[in-house]
């Protein structure tokens, strides 16, 4: 759960004094945070009992629904992505993932490329077309990335759904973690040009608690091995804020607080899952080249 920084000289994006690694803005309803986190976890409960396809259908969803907001947020700044194309080129990658045709994922990205430029060509495009597709491509090498990395975690193997859902069980406690940690002893700014509200001690607070969970994760899942296990916490806790701050500098870009507003006390949905999408193609990589799980 993480405060996301805005414009500069903004006062609705700017920190408490204390600091805070992860927390929601002042005012943020704690009762409906909590409320909408039991009810997402119950929802991928159902999923998750429901198999692979269905937890694949859940990726393709989660990603479309965060393109959505990134273009969303550019529009309000004034850009004009090119943005059916990029969703449905972002559904592409995560497809060609699931069905395992990884060398499909950059033949997805050229089309991305050359696909946004001829449409961007269009006359009434505006002198910043450049910039449209160079945002277009972005998003979808971003997101749908993430989405190509979750799929690809998804069908890695016969435990590759239970390998799916450890990574973001690790996810989750890595920002549990940060988000506790940096409201109570938050006082040193990691990025304050990007998002002034995240700190050093949530990092350290978060990346315990990844740790912690990837040593519970290998304990109950037998194909982590320990030392597996701590390194899935590792690139957790330091990839997720990084991606959480690759969100923080779109959104101070695009001049606005929260991704959106379908999670009631959390914002969008790329607001919860910013580092989540970042950690899952390195994620991925750990898994299939270093842990040899295929």
């Given amino acids: ?8 000289g903004s006062p609705s994006l700017e920190p408490a004094p204390t600091g805070q690694a992860k ?6 309803s704690l009762v409906k945070a909590v409320a909408t986190a039991g009810a997402l976890l119950g929802a991928m409960g159902v999923v998750y009992l429901l198999g692979r396809v269905a937890f694949f259908a859940l990726i393709v969803a989660v ?21 059916s194309f990029g969703l449905v080129c972002a559904g592409a990658m995560v497809a060609v993932a699931y069905f395992d045709r990884p060398g499909l994922v950059g033949a997805v990205l050229v089309v991305t490329m050359f696909g946004a430029f001829l449409l961007a060509l269009r006359p009434g495009r505006g002198h910043n077309a450049a910039s449209d597709v160079a945002w277009t491509v972005l998003g979808v090498t971003w997101i749908g990335g993430g ?31 940060a988000y506790f940690t940096g409201t109570r002893f938050g006082a040193h700014r990691m990025a304050p ?5 995240k700190s050093w001690e949530g990092f350290a607070g978060g990346l315990a608690c990844s740790l912690l969970g990837g040593g519970l994760c290998a304990a109950v899942l037998p194909p982590l091995g320990a030392v597996d296990g701590i390194a899935l916490g590792a690139l957790c806790g330091v990839f997720g804020p990084a991606g959480d701050l690759a969100e923080s500098l779109v ?16 914002g969008g949905f790329l607001d919860r899952l910013d580092a989540m999408i970042f950690c ?13 799980l295929a």
Avoid at 1 to 8: I, L, S, T, V
Avoid at 251 to 266: C, E, N, Q, V
């Fill in 1 to 8: 759960m993480r405060a996301k920084g805005g414009d500069e």
């Fill in 23 to 28: 927390g929601g803005p002042p005012g943020r």
């Fill in 63 to 83: 990603a479309l629904v965060c393109l959505w907001e990134v273009f969303d947020a550019l529009v309000r700044a004034g850009g004009r992505p090119v943005a």
């Fill in 147 to 177: 989405g190509a990395g979750a799929a690809s975690i998804l069908v890695l193997g016969p435990d590759g759904l239970q390998l799916l859902v450890a990574f973001v069980l690790i996810a989750a406690l890595d920002d549990i973690g």
């Fill in 193 to 197: 040009s990007i998002s002034p509200a």
């Fill in 251 to 266: 959104k101070r870009t695009a001049g606005i607080k929260d991704s959106g507003r379908l999670l009631p006390g959390h």
């Fill in 280 to 292: 899952a193609p390195v994620v991925f990589l750990y898994l299939r080249f270093v842990a040899d």
